[in-house]
């Protein structure tokens, strides 16, 4: 069965700090990798997107690493602030999830909390 | 639309009786995902259309879900004979195709059995 697995569970930091989210993934046959971040009562925000083919991807403050072999991505998180709190989900697009499925699998996601 | 669209946000409704959630997905997308959601859990998979079809129904948990996307823009997933388990945040994605590009999802609709 392919399974996403998200930790640590829950993570508070400082203000400032800088911060890495762990995600991994149990086949490296995958199209892609998205990071989303999700607030309390809310959707799914996507913040990166991750070709198979790519080693990471850059968006502000944000950074998300690829390693396929190892079944893993990090997600850097510079400088946290306040706002960056929220829940921070990891989803694959596996290459077969059956015939014609194009799935994402998630994991449970880290709850991070950025105290001032 | 800017966005996934999805109604309503929330629904409560009593046990036993039927519901249907609407997805309005970003124009052009050909891709569309429901997903469901239970409190502290990563979404689940329900059914992916592709175009006006259902290419993969297999995350629906039985004969009691349906969803529908006739004309291959906005779709409804339908639950009968509603359960006190079905309570969920069901959500919604598109994406401009299948496979490698990037799902947008919605706000979800929280779903409420009482």
């Known amino acids: 069965k392919q399974e996403v697995t998200q930790i640590p569970a829950a993570l508070s930091v400082p203000e400032g700090e800088n911060l890495v989210l762990n995600c991994s993934f149990t086949?490296?046959?995958?199209?892609?990798l998205q990071w989303f971040r999700q607030d309390p009562g809310k959707g799914l925000t996507s913040l990166l997107l991750?070709?198979?083919?790519?080693r990471e991807q850059t968006s502000g403050r944000l950074n998300a690493s690829l390693d396929k072999s190892s079944g893993r991505s990090t997600l850097y998180i510079a400088a946290s602030q306040p706002g960056d709190s929220a829940t921070y989900l990891c989803?694959?697009?596996?290459?077969?999830?059956?015939?014609?499925?194009?799935?994402?699998?998630f994991g449970k996601g880290t709850k991070l909390s950025v105290i001032p | 639309g800017a966005g996934v669209s999805q109604t309503p946000s929330n629904k409560v409704t009593e046990k036993g009786k039927y519901v249907e959630l609407r997805c309005d997905p970003i124009?052009?997308?050909?891709?569309l995902y429901w997903y469901r959601q239970s409190l502290g859990q990563g979404p689940e998979f329900l059914i992916y259309?592709?175009?006006?079809?259902?290419?993969?129904d297999s995350g629906l948990p039985n004969d009691r879900f349906f969803a529908v996307r006739p004309e291959g823009s906005v779709s409804t997933l339908k639950i009968q004979r509603t359960e006190r388990g079905d309570s969920a945040v069901y959500l919604c994605?598109?994406?401009?195709?299948?496979?490698?590009?990037?799902?947008?999802f919605g706000q979800g609709t929280r779903l409420t059995v009482v």
């Open positions: 989803a694959v697009h596996f290459t077969y999830s059956g015939a014609g499925s194009y799935q994402l699998t």
């Open positions: 086949d490296s046959a995958i199209y892609n």
């Open positions: 124009s052009g997308h050909t891709a």
């Open positions: 991750i070709q198979s083919s790519q």
């Open positions: 994605a598109s994406s401009y195709r299948q496979g490698d590009t990037e799902a947008f």
């Open positions: 259309f592709q175009g006006t079809g259902a290419a993969d």
